[in-house]
């Protein structure tokens, strides 16, 4: 109640001033402290102590204790200051109202005083940190006869904006969300989440707090529902989900493609995801338009083309065949030369329209298999290149021809095929038991990963010497009193160069006879199988660093010099060499006998094949289906024209009230005039069409506005455009009419 002005006046002075609201400005009255240790003392606070650390006021003011004020007294007044302020001067104020509720009153103070801290951090960097959910995505549609496609991977600016991250509030891309809606005003609670497309990522679903009636508190539960399985950026809607009934031509349905993001530790909010706000498609289903040829369909598989080394695939599938354009196109490979890339040094992959000379998409990356739908889309066309990894993906048993005798000979290859045995009942095997241990250091074939896309032969057709793994001399078969021949000999076959290598063939003699033996007492693989003494072998070079091969022509020299990192041999050893590789290139391989009796394959090969990812020689190109428009088709596609619903009962599902009656008119073209007769003749409404879409309502009311009676009518469509006519008849039964004026 403010009263006489003047003395409220004066009273809210002192109070902004810190004393007791008195009229009296030159003597104000203080108010103070009324319990505690510091009672009687002057204070700036009706109440100075805290409640939350001194609930019962015993060394501080606090609500109910003192005499400063009645327990339960709940006026508040906020004031800040003094400021000092010459005439002219503008002083710019900001407030701020904070607000929280706990769980009580004392919880309600601690989290208000943490959002009061949050408030202040968030004016103080110019609400730079605010947390904010991803841009919506960019949504184009594709309406065709059994599917409506939506596509929010075309816009690559779009899509690059709403898939950011933000380091400034920590919070970053996850995933879409789809939805159908049952109208355009729903909210997303309302509809039926049609599918969640996330990052592969290892965060799935995300929980976060939230207010559920049944349980009256705040609880953790489920608010994004990724599976962690990679990124899609469209959708083929085949149905209405909300009912479960087919897609009808001339209905009108409501989607909606929403971003989220993900905060695992949010500092300034609950709330670790937050979800783009729903922009509603408004979507009326319709096929192919009067005239329009789509010679493809939706995901459809186009015919590729390939010249190059790899392995490599490019699968291009077809998400909006009403953009498609007829046009070639080329997929080149680049290295990423940017040392600041999280890319840097992989090779990716560009999309050029050989047609236009544009470049449709630019550095890509490559994907393992095409369950990866984490590609952008160009002219309505998805691309997927898939790139094998660096690993070796067969070990085959072959005659000196080349032909295969046995697909796979060794343990199983993962990802490939399985163990098999070859002619004579071995298997390849090997120290580690495994395959393709990248990095690891392991045991395997190649345990210092150095094979890249070169392959192997092993040639039980003939004969090497070869050196010792521990010793790196030459076996010397001390029963024999000569150098051992082993009965094999080891080639690399060097991809790059294309050259055939042949290697320094070697084992560990570790029974120390000089001799490759089967040594089942020390030596066991996988399956327990007993093995010969395990096989390496290495790359020669020369003193200058330049690759070699073992000559059998300097055999000699070999048995003489003996010591592998010679210069007269391969000039390398253990941990140094003067060319590339600095330690064995084939390392700890056996071969196990499984069968009883089984013996190498003596004068065969075995052949280690591997990988050839793609490369910057590698090319594949393609050319995209056509779309076009005919005049004849055209023609063709009027002999369709319908109306819908007919008859007419009164009412149909898709009207949106009893003030909102009509009929629907399809597979029109873009103009068409329409009469429509009663059957005495007379012409109850001439309507003129000039729009792109192929349906047209009437609302059917006359020319003078008002309802038409029930009865048979005579609809006449006039294409003059095409040359064509249509003639209708629909059957109206209208409901009851309730007309203030006649």
Request: aromatic content about 12%.
């Amino acid at each position: 109640d403010m009263g006489d002005y003047v003395e409220f006046t004066h009273s809210w002075y002192n109070m902004l001033n810190g004393y007791i609201p008195t009229t009296d400005l030159n003597n104000p009255t203080p108010y103070y402290v009324g319990s505690g240790p510091n009672a009687g003392q002057p204070s700036k606070f009706p109440l100075d102590g805290d409640p939350v650390g001194d609930p019962d006021g015993t060394t501080t003011d606090v609500d109910g204790k003192g005499d400063n004020l009645a327990a339960g007294d709940r006026r508040m007044f906020a004031a800040s200051g003094p400021f000092t302020m010459a005439p002219g001067d503008v002083q710019e104020l900001v407030v701020a109202l904070v607000a929280e509720r706990g769980s009580d009153y004392l919880s309600s103070i601690t989290a208000m005083k943490e959002i009061d801290v949050l408030a202040q951090k968030l004016y103080d960097d110019l609400f730079a940190t605010v947390p904010k959910p991803p841009a919506p995505p960019k949504v184009a549609v594709a309406n065709l006869d059994e599917t409506i496609v939506l596509n929010w991977g075309s816009d690559l600016e779009a899509v690059a904006v709403t898939e950011s991250e933000n380091e400034l509030t920590g919070y970053d891309f996850e995933g879409y969300n789809v939805y159908q809606l049952p109208s355009s005003n729903a909210s997303l609670s309302d509809g039926v989440r049609l599918a969640t497309y996330d990052l592969s990522n290892g965060v799935g679903v995300i929980t976060g707090p939230r207010f559920l009636p049944e349980y009256g508190q705040v609880v953790e539960v489920p608010v994004q529902f990724g599976g962690d399985l990679g990124l899609k950026r469209y959708f083929n809607v085949t149905k209405n989900y909300i009912t479960g009934d087919p897609l009808r031509q001339g209905t009108t349905y409501y989607f909606a493609v929403t971003a989220y993001n993900y905060n695992a530790e949010p500092k300034l909010i609950e709330d670790k995801s937050l979800e783009s706000a729903a922009i509603v498609l408004s979507i009326t289903h319709q096929g192919p338009k009067p005239g329009d040829i789509y010679n493809s369909e939706v995901s459809d598989i186009l015919d590729v083309n390939h010249e190059g080394p790899s392995d490599g695939q490019v699968q291009v599938r077809v998400v909006d065949p009403t953009v498609v354009n007829g046009n070639s196109y080329r997929v080149e490979f680049v290295l990423d030369s940017d040392t600041n890339s999280v890319t840097y040094g992989e090779i990716l992959w560009n999309l050029l329209n050989t047609t236009t000379g544009d470049t449709m998409l630019k550095n890509q990356k490559q994907v393992l298999s095409y369950d990866d739908n984490d590609q952008l889309i160009a002219d309505g066309l998805q691309v997927q290149v898939s790139g094998p990894p660096l690993s070796i993906n067969a070990i085959y048993e072959a005659d000196q021809d080349g032909n295969v005798l046995d697909p796979r000979v060794s343990i199983e290859i993962p990802g490939y095929a399985g163990a098999s045995l070859g002619t004579t009942g071995y298997i390849v095997d090997n120290r580690a038991g495994d395959v393709n241990l990248f990095g690891a250091g392991d045991r395997d074939f190649d345990r210092f990963d150095f094979w890249g896309m070169d392959d192997l032969e092993i040639n039980f057709g003939e004969t090497s010497l070869t050196w010792d793994y521990i010793s790196e001399e030459v076996h010397y078969d001390s029963v024999a009193g000569d150098y051992s021949m082993t009965p094999f000999s080891m080639y690399r076959y060097n991809f790059t160069s294309g050259e055939k290598l042949r290697l320094f063939a070697g084992f560990w003699d570790y029974n120390e006879n000089g001799t490759w033996d089967l040594d089942g007492d020390n030596w066991a693989g996988v399956y327990g199988e007993p093995c010969y003494e395990p096989i390496y072998a290495w790359q020669g070079y020369d003193v200058d660093g330049n690759e070699i091969s073992y000559d059998p022509a300097k055999e000699d020299v070999y048995k003489a010099d003996s010591w592998l990192g010679s210069e007269t041999i391969a000039n390398t050893t253990w941990g140094a060499s003067t060319g590339e590789f600095a330690y064995p290139w084939v390392t700890a391989t056996f071969m196990g006998m499984y069968l009883e009796g089984a013996t190498p394959p003596w004068g065969n090969k075995i052949i280690f094949r591997t990988n050839k990812p793609n490369t910057l020689n590698d090319t594949f190109t393609f050319t995209a289906p056509t779309t076009s428009t005919s005049i004849e088709q055209a023609k063709e596609d009027v002999k369709k024209i319908n109306v819908f619903p007919n008859p007419y009962y009164g009412a149909h599902s898709n009207e949106a009230n009893r003030f909102d009656r009509y009929v629907t008119f399809n597979h029109l073209p873009q103009k068409a005039t329409f009469r429509i007769f009663n059957l005495a003749g007379v012409q109850v409404r001439k309507m003129e069409k000039d729009t792109p879409e192929q349906f047209f309502t009437w609302d059917l009311l006359n020319e003078s506005g008002l309802p038409v009676a029930s009865g048979l009518y005579i609809v006449h469509i006039d294409m003059k455009d095409l040359g064509k006519e249509k003639v209708l008849k629909l059957m109206l039964i209208q409901s009851d009419q309730v007309l203030e004026y006649y």
